[in-house]
């Protein structure tokens, strides 16, 4: 059974950076794309950041872009969040998420188009 592994969450203060990874655990299987996502207290889950596997066109949320930067490894079929400038609204449960089925034909910011999940690494960035 394939599961996705997320790793590098943590604690930081407003400013820092952390990097996030994602990789699959068990089988592997091929991505149309991956994302991230995050779920703060008392709110839905978000889009973050999503990446074309096989173009490596990335996309954002408004509220991460010129911070957070994502990016993945071919060969490792891994991706990786990058996160600069980090804000204390940024803090939550990160999800990683892939793309299995290319239900839409595109990389897609709603969460119906993925259809793997990681089960999330938190991040919490104090002020």
């Known amino acids: 059974q394939v599961q996705l592994v997320e790793s590098g969450g943590g604690l930081v203060q407003a400013g820092g950076s952390l990097r996030l990874s994602c990789a699959p655990s068990?089988?592997?299987?091929?991505?149309?794309?991956m994302g991230w996502f995050r779920q703060a207290p008392g709110k839905e889950r978000e889009f973050v950041a999503a990446i074309s596997w096989y173009s490596g066109n990335p996309y954002y949320a408004d509220s991460v872009k010129g911070r957070f930067t994502i990016s993945r490894n071919f060969a490792e079929n891994t991706v990786y969040l990058q996160m600069n400038s980090l804000k204390p609204e940024d803090t939550a449960v990160y999800y990683c998420?892939?793309?299995?089925?290319?239900?839409?034909?595109?990389?897609?910011?709603?969460?119906?188009?993925?259809?793997?999940w990681g089960q999330g690494t938190q991040v919490t960035v104090s002020s």
């Open positions: 998420a892939a793309d299995s089925i290319n239900r839409f034909g595109t990389v897609v910011a709603g969460m119906e188009g993925y259809d793997f």
């Open positions: 068990g089988s592997t299987f091929s991505y149309y794309a």
